[in-house]
């Protein structure tokens, strides 16, 4: 029975499969045939006269050239390399300097901004999340999108606005598509958002999430078991107090925990006005 070949797919359905594939976004004006460059590869160079061919071994394959932010750097010096600089970074204006200028995380060449931080770095709270999204990769600004938004009512639940709290992430680039950052990835940027955290020196730390929580305060369960309990958070000059809360954009899917995240809210009031006095 012969088969009815699949009608080639519309141009309306290619496109909806990118989006699903997390591809929303264009990272230049002209598109770039990938398959063609490695048709392009140059033939490997003509053997030196006099050299003697060894049939046991092949001449080393020739590389594509690869524009140089596209080249892989090593993940252990790329740890080593944020680690030393996030360390020698005196301010918050310096470390910002230093993201801006450090390569060692391949998601800054896909992404539009860095994300660095919003509010005010003299707030006695900070809150940390994941990564940016689409929203916060235009504008620059963490949680400006819906998350944002929910975020910003959580904090006003504790009586405060982005006047008065401070917010980042523990990646500070879009992964493309709003991908889970890689643990690789999570790796190299920790020692930015710890310098971060330590310059901004709040009394209060809320993680937001899972990812959050595991990179900062080293828990290995879900955020079901390690929310709303105080935790020791260790600067290396200070320990500050540390609570994991559900992400803002979990409580936007299952609105049912918001009962839950409110009483973390009512603890961090409490602790902010302990530390107060
Ligand atoms: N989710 C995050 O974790 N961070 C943002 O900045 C926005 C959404
Ligand atoms: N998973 C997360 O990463 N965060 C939440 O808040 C809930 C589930």
New binding site residues.
């Given amino acids: 029975m012969a088969l009815t070949p699949e009608p080639a797919p519309t141009l309306q359905q290619l496109l909806a499969f990118y989006l699903e594939a997390g591809v929303d976004c264009a990272l230049g004006d002209e598109p770039i045939n990938r398959l063609a460059e490695v048709d392009a590869v140059p033939a490997p160079a003509a053997p030196r006269p006099g050299a003697a061919l060894n049939p046991l071994r092949p001449p080393p394959p020739v590389m594509p050239s690869v524009p140089r932010s596209e080249i892989a750097v090593a993940p252990d010096a790329a740890i080593a390399s944020a680690r030393d600089a996030a360390r020698m970074a005196p301010t918050l204006e310096a470390l910002r300097e230093l993201l801006e200028t450090f390569d060692g995380c391949a998601l800054k060449h896909t992404a539009t901004k860095l994300v660095f931080a919003d509010g005010n770095p003299e707030a006695r709270v900070m809150f940390v999340g994941e990564a940016p999204g689409r929203d916060e990769d235009i504008e620059g600004l963490p949680f400006v999108g819906r998350s944002g938004k929910l975020l910003d009512r959580m904090i006003a639940a504790i009586g405060l606005d982005r006047g008065k709290a401070y917010i980042a992430n523990v990646i500070p680039w879009r992964p493309p598509g709003n991908r889970t950052p890689t643990p690789q990835e999570t790796q190299i940027c920790l020692p930015f958002i710890q310098r971060q955290i330590e310059l901004v020196n709040p009394d209060v730390l809320v993680t937001?999430?899972?990812?959050s929580t595991q990179a900062l305060l080293g828990t290995r369960e879900?955020?079901m078991r390690t929310r709303g309990k105080w935790v020791d958070y260790d600067t290396g000059t200070r320990t500050i107090r540390a609570i994991a809360t559900?992400?803002p954009a979990?409580?936007l899917r299952s609105p049912s925990y918001k009962k839950m995240t409110w009483l973390d809210l009512r603890a961090i009031a409490k602790a902010l006005a302990a530390a107060n006095m």
Avoid: D, S
Wanted: aromatic share 20%; charged share 0%.
């Fill in positions: 937001l999430g899972n990812p879900g955020i559900f992400h979990y409580l």
